[in-house]
């Protein structure tokens, strides 16, 4: 079946440790991204990527970094600077724009990070 | 900056008609207007999108204002399964401002 998939489920970080959050899809989409989710709240955008080697920050990128080297992969690694990492991590994807908005978003489970 | 405006928080009786308001004032021509909605520590899941006409599936209903300035999204008979987080949000085909921005979304708790 197609899908989206993030792994672990539960990810726990101890202190000044990188961790990193992998999310795969096999739905050939070109555009993944990245979100954060804290308790009660909406969804923040951390990195987008459109296309294979390149992606730009969103909202909250600072303490995060990604990379896109294969279509179906965009891993997150979340960094020893960012201090407060406990939170619920999104990935989704979508075929890209320039005419195809009309295209769904699918996210995967999602990754709760806590920090020990 | 989320591109769309929601109330925090709703109510309904279960069986009786959900309307969640949008607003996105801003929305320019090519933007389509989607939902998702997201049960607690999951994934959101696709609801429902359009562009300027009334879109309908088996899940809900989207009316969309002529000026595009505002949607609601309609769950015709609300059950406690609907209990979630609603998001608006809006999408162009630009490749440089498609970050699709969520804002914080409208909770709705259906209640027996």
């Known amino acids: 079946d197609g899908g989206i998939t993030q792994s672990p489920k539960y990810l726990f970080r101890k202190e000044g440790q990188n961790v990193t959050l992998s999310c795969e899809q096999n739905l050939n989409h070109d555009a993944m991204y990245w979100y954060r989710q804290d308790p009660g709240q909406g969804l923040r955008l951390i990195y987008y990527s459109q296309i294979v080697n390149d992606f730009q920050k969103g909202d909250i990128a600072e303490g995060y970094s990604v990379s896109r080297e294969k279509k179906e992969s965009f891993p997150l690694t979340v960094t020893s600077a960012q201090k407060n990492p406990t939170a619920f991590y999104l990935c989704a994807s979508t075929n890209s724009p320039g005419g195809l908005a009309n295209e769904k978003l699918f996210f995967g489970s999602g990754t709760q990070l806590s920090v020990l | 900056d989320a591109k769309t405006t929601q109330p925090p928080s709703m109510d309904c009786a279960e069986g009786r008609a959900a309307n969640l308001p949008c607003n996105h004032s801003?929305?320019?021509?090519?933007?389509?207007v989607y939902w998702y909605r997201q049960i607690h520590s999951q994934g959101p899941q696709y609801i429902i999108h359009?562009?300027?006409n009334n879109e309908t599936n088996e899940m809900a209903s989207l009316i969309i204002t002529e000026d595009r300035k505002s949607s609601t999204l309609i769950l015709p008979h609300a059950t406690l399964r609907d209990t979630a987080v609603y998001y608006c949000i809006v999408r162009g085909s630009s490749y440089n401002t498609d970050k699709l921005i969520f804002g914080t979304g409208t909770r709705l708790q259906v209640f027996p």
């Open positions: 359009g562009l300027k």
């Open positions: 801003t929305i320019s021509g090519n933007e389509y």
